[in-house]
């Protein structure tokens, strides 16, 4: 067990549960919880992490499995730091990892910048939809991206350009063992736009979506020319269900914790649906959501 030196302990929990802290309020508890002041005191506290220890970052959680046995190690948290948004310049914008993507998405509409739209229908961080390449509504995170921050595991800082990640459909591949801290953003003057775009898209969504009950979004990436929605509702598995858990009867590629499911029973939920999909379609399913942490 990691020694936390007396002047975190004020941002440090320990034993806390996740399930306090994912959209499907589910999962065991991580061994640290540190919620940074700012920057510089997220750097120093990564200094103080022992070599070897596995270090996660979370945003809005909600994307994110976390089984029921907790986390081993860090858990840094940019939620309630990591929160300066600000113009750079006519078409660019500076965004700390823990902005929320709607508020990107609505400062965007203020300043008159258009092709941030999408962001308001991701409930996650900028730093998780770095992560994620999260997208939606034809747009896509990093689209946007001039460079990133970034911290690496001793807390020093690198700035790198999107040519130093492979980037995919809901995919990132950088170096490993750093995390986004922050990133400059491109967008496109647009005089005249308002949030009655984002409201469209918004209304739309719900009508299609279960929006308000606990999920993830889309647990399964969509495999080449197809859906996975379409793909687990044909092998009729809306509703299937087990313990609290069961695939969303408005969209097949949800899964809705109703309120008392562990992440086994989601999980095993995920993996019945992976077998069936196989077993009808032969198509193997691959998650979108990020499963971490130990079993019960
Ligand atoms: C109702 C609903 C609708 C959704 N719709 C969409 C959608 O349309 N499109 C879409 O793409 N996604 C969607 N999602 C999924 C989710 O919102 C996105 O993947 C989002 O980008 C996750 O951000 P987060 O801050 O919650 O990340 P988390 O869930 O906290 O983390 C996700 C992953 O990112 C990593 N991560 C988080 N922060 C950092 C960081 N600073 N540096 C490095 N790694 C980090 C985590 O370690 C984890 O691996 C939806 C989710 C819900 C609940």
């Known amino acids: 067990m990691m020694q936390v030196a007396e002047k975190f302990l004020s941002r440090v929990r320990r034993d806390e549960p996740m399930s306090r802290h994912t959209s499907w309020h589910a999962g065991g508890a991580a061994d640290i919880y540190f919620t940074p002041q700012d920057r510089d005191d997220l750097r120093a506290f990564l200094g103080t992490v022992p070599e070897g220890m596995p270090i996660h970052f979370i945003g809005l959680g909600s994307n994110l499995l976390v089984r029921d046995g907790g986390i081993r190690g860090v858990v840094v948290a940019t939620q309630e730091a990591l929160l300066k ?11 700390e990892a823990g902005v929320a993507c709607a508020r990107i998405a609505r400062q965007c509409i203020q300043w008159q910048l258009g092709g941030a739209e999408f962001f308001a229908g991701i ?10 390449n999260a997208g939606a509504w034809g747009g896509e995170t990093w689209r946007h991206v001039l460079e990133v921050d970034v911290l690496d595991r001793r807390g020093a800082r690198h700035t790198r350009k999107p040519a130093e990640y492979q980037i995919g459909y809901r995919s990132v591949k950088g170096p490993d063992n750093e995390w986004f801290i922050g990133a400059q953003l491109e967008f496109e003057r647009a005089p005249g736009v308002s949030t009655d775009a984002i409201r469209d898209l ?3 969504r719900r009508e299609t979506q279960p929006i308000g009950e606990w999920s993830c979004g889309s647990v399964f990436t969509n495999p080449p020319g197809d859906h996975a929605a379409r793909l687990i509702e044909s092998a009729g598995l809306k509703g299937f269900r087990i313990g609290d858990a069961s695939v969303s009867e408005k969209h097949a590629n949800f899964i809705i914790n109703h309120g008392n499911a562990r992440a086994a029973d989601v999980e095993a939920l995920i993996e019945q649906v992976r077998r069936t999909v196989a077993q ?17």
């Open 123 to 132: 409930p996650g961080t900028l730093g998780g939809a770095l992560a994620m």
């Open 202 to 204: 918004l209304d739309k």
């Open 85 to 95: 948004l600000e113009r750079v310049d006519a078409t660019t914008v500076y965004s």
């Open 280 to 296: 009808v379609h032969g198509i193997e399913l691959a998650t979108e959501v990020r499963i971490v942490g130990a079993p019960a």
